[in-house]
């Protein structure tokens, strides 16, 4: 069956930095589009970023251009995130998912907490 489960989530300083993964099986990693999504309370789930399948192109949310980096591993079926110069305001829950492209993403993750703070 599917599984996609992240990995990597704590809590940090501001100004500090975490690497996120995702570890997906029972699908063919190689051919999605994997992206990462955060939730923070009260607030409505966000695309943070995105690869394509061959890592040939990227996507940032305005908020974390220049301090996060999507990278993947299709050798591992595992997708990461490196978060640097972290602020309070990248506090949530992180979310993995999975979608072909087109598409809506298809398999989500059960999400890591990520908390910024001193």
């Known amino acids: 069956q599917v599984q996609v489960v992240e990995s990597g989530g704590g809590l940090v300083q501001p100004g500090g930095s975490l690497r996120l993964s995702c570890a997906a099986s029972?699908?063919?990693?190689?051919?999605?589009?994997m992206s990462w999504y955060r939730q923070a309370p009260g607030k409505e789930r966000e695309l943070v970023a995105a690869?394509?399948?061959?890592?040939?192109?990227?996507n940032y949310a305005d908020s974390v251009k220049g301090r996060f980096t999507i990278s993947r591993d299709n050798g591992k079926n595992t997708v990461y995130l490196q978060m640097n110069s972290l602020k309070p305001e990248d506090t949530a829950v992180y979310y993995c998912?999975?979608?072909?492209?087109?598409?809506?993403?298809?398999?989500w993750g059960q999400g890591t907490q990520v908390t910024v703070s001193s």
């Open positions: 029972g699908f063919i990693f190689s051919m999605y589009v």
């Open positions: 998912s999975a979608r072909r492209d087109p598409g809506r993403p298809q398999y």
């Open positions: 690869i394509t399948s061959a890592s040939d192109s990227t």
